[in-house]
């Protein structure tokens, strides 16, 4: 599995101009909604909040990866936003948020969906790729720095 084969350069926005998670989950959806990936825009965000509420997805190292299963989506999908300021996400670590990748797709995609959760958790592992993710100065660079390094962070099991 490549992420890039999930997250397309116009599925990256930066900056993401939010000052809540709430915001940054639904300006992600809406960017998917703008792409037409999505006909079902509310649908996906309730299930994304929904999901959201059960428990945070802020993973810590300032990435956080809100995620939902939902038949709003057609394939699994991926969009990503830095905003401009931190902003809290009740992270794990209780370290506020710099970096959020939001990882949807259907319902009948488990093993693909806990692929693709697995390998975007592992981002934050590689301390140099993250200092480039949060430095990089547009989508363009963003994109470039996840397909170069998209072999750094495959699992064995793949």
């Known amino acids: 599995m490549k992420l890039t084969d999930y997250l397309p350069q116009n599925l990256i926005k930066i ?4 000052s809540d998670k709430t915001q940054a989950i639904t300006v992600l959806v809406d960017l998917l909604a703008e792409q037409g990936l999505t006909s079902k825009r509310d649908q996906l965000l309730q299930a994304v909040l929904e999901r959201e509420s059960q428990r945070t997805t802020g993973i810590g190292r300032g990435f956080a990866i809100p995620h939902a299963k939902c038949d709003a989506v057609g394939k699994l999908m991926i969009a990503c936003g830095r905003p401009e300021e931190p902003i809290d996400f009740a992270a794990i670590d209780d370290q506020p948020v710099r970096l959020i990748a939001l990882l949807v797709s259907p319902t009948n995609e488990t093993s693909t969906h806990i692929q693709a959760l697995a390998k975007l958790s592992r981002l934050v592992t590689n301390d140099k790729l993250l200092s480039s993710l949060l430095e990089a100065k547009d989508a363009s660079e963003f994109h470039a720095l996840i ?3 998209d072999h750094a962070f495959s699992s064995q099991a793949e």
């Open 15 to 18: 900056p993401l101009q939010v």
């Open 147 to 149: 397909s170069e390094n």
